[in-house]
């Protein structure tokens, strides 16, 4: 219980943008310019060459499941066209990247920490 309560922490700080470690310092130093290190505890954010390949993935996970759900209502439910159901497709993916594409990355730091531990002085 313990070992799911600190992973819950980590993640929600990291979604949250803030350090996963210590949860004090910001993620992002420009809107979309991850920090090198944590301003307040100095671990390295993104210790590992191809780091950004999770970023996608995750991005791709989290914004198609919910995009294909809202083009299945509009294309079976409401009976649409298919240029509406592929523009509610790409509106509510494109929507979920551009609105949450920094709560995203800051989520998978979170898992790069969990999984290896952000270490200092990389
Ligand atoms: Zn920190």
Do not use: H
């Not at 070992?3 to 819950?8: F, H, K, Q, T, Y």
């Not at 759900?69 to 929507?95: E, K, Q, W």
């Amino acid at each position: 219980m313990k070992l799911l309560r600190r992973w819950w922490k980590a993640l929600w700080r990291g979604a949250t943008c803030r350090c996963p470690k210590c949860g004090q310092g910001a993620l992002y130093e420009t809107f979309l310019r991850v920090r090198k290190t944590c301003p307040a505890c100095g671990v390295t954010f993104q210790p590992y060459a191809g780091d950004s390949l999770g970023v996608y993935a995750i991005c791709y996970g989290l914004s198609v499941v919910p995009a294909i759900a809202a083009a299945i209502l509009v294309g079976f439910y409401l009976n649409s066209n298919p240029y509406v159901v592929l523009a509610t497709f790409a509106g509510v993916s494109g929507s979920i990247l551009f609105g949450l594409f920094r709560n995203m990355k800051g989520l998978w730091i979170a898992l790069v920490f969990l999984m290896t531990g952000l270490r200092k002085n990389l």
